[in-house]
């Protein structure tokens, strides 16, 4: 069963705009992580920004946060103040359990964002 | 300070050729981990390792052997490549639940 989707697989937003990225998740394990990614053109995979299950703020960094929705399984993205340079690829992922120090990561089928000048 | 590495960036392989992807890590992260990605998908968890001397099936782990060989590193093994097998492989490390950082991918094509 698919445990994480991304509904749109493509996205454009007019520069200096914000954006939001949709994800949602199926997990019946009570504590999990959320993870984002960014893998431009040249296909690296860049960390964005990470959610745990118990964290009780919604996660921001810079530009980004998560608009994590418990109940709803929704854990979306949202870039502010759209840049050329956010045009990429955008994937979702979950680990479930608590890690025990690592994660194994299932990943959704990804977004593809074009911003426009 | 590198993060993770990865040899080759590219390769082509006929079916039935065997072959080693290295990863190398000097962020000291306990856990290390092998996935691939075929065109329009996400990732897809391989194999992973949790700690040194441990290795794990991940999803996808027919055709694939993998050694972690230290700490730093862990390397994934094609014994007989298959065309199917034409994909990109990602090596990711992680320390604890939160960060988890991965290398720049090796194409690979079997023909």
């Known amino acids: 069963a698919q445990k994480i989707t991304q509904t749109q697989p493509g996205m454009f937003v007019q520069e200096k705009e914000a954006v939001t990225l949709d994800c949602t998740y199926d997990t019946s394990d009570p504590s999990y992580g959320l993870f984002w990614y960014k893998q431009p053109s040249s296909g690296e995979m860049i960390f964005l920004i990470y959610?745990?299950?118990?964290?009780?703020q919604n996660a921001t960094e810079g530009r980004y946060s998560l608009n994590f929705q418990k109940a709803r399984k929704s854990a979306n993205l949202v870039i502010s103040a759209s840049q050329l340079g956010d045009s990429a690829m955008y994937f979702c992922a979950m680990r479930e359990g608590g890690a025990g120090g690592y994660n194994k990561l299932i990943f959704g089928a990804g977004t593809r964002l074009a911003v426009h000048p | 300070n590198a993060g993770v590495t990865q040899t080759p960036k590219f390769q082509v392989l006929k079916t039935g050729q065997s072959m080693t992807l290295q990863c190398a890590q000097d962020m000291n992260h306990n856990s290390m981990y092998w996935y691939r990605q075929d065109p329009g998908m996400g990732l897809r968890l391989i194999y992973y390792?949790?700690?040194?001397?441990?290795?794990d099936k991940g999803e996808v782990p027919n055709g694939y052997n993998v050694s972690r060989l230290n700490k730093r590193e862990f390397s994934l093994r094609l014994e007989s490549a298959a065309p199917s097998q034409t994909s990109v492989y990602f090596c990711a490390s992680s320390v604890g639940s939160r960060w988890q950082y991965f290398g720049p991918g090796t194409r690979l094509t079997v023909t």
């Open positions: 959610q745990g299950s118990y964290d009780q």
């Open positions: 390792s949790a700690s040194e001397g441990t290795t």
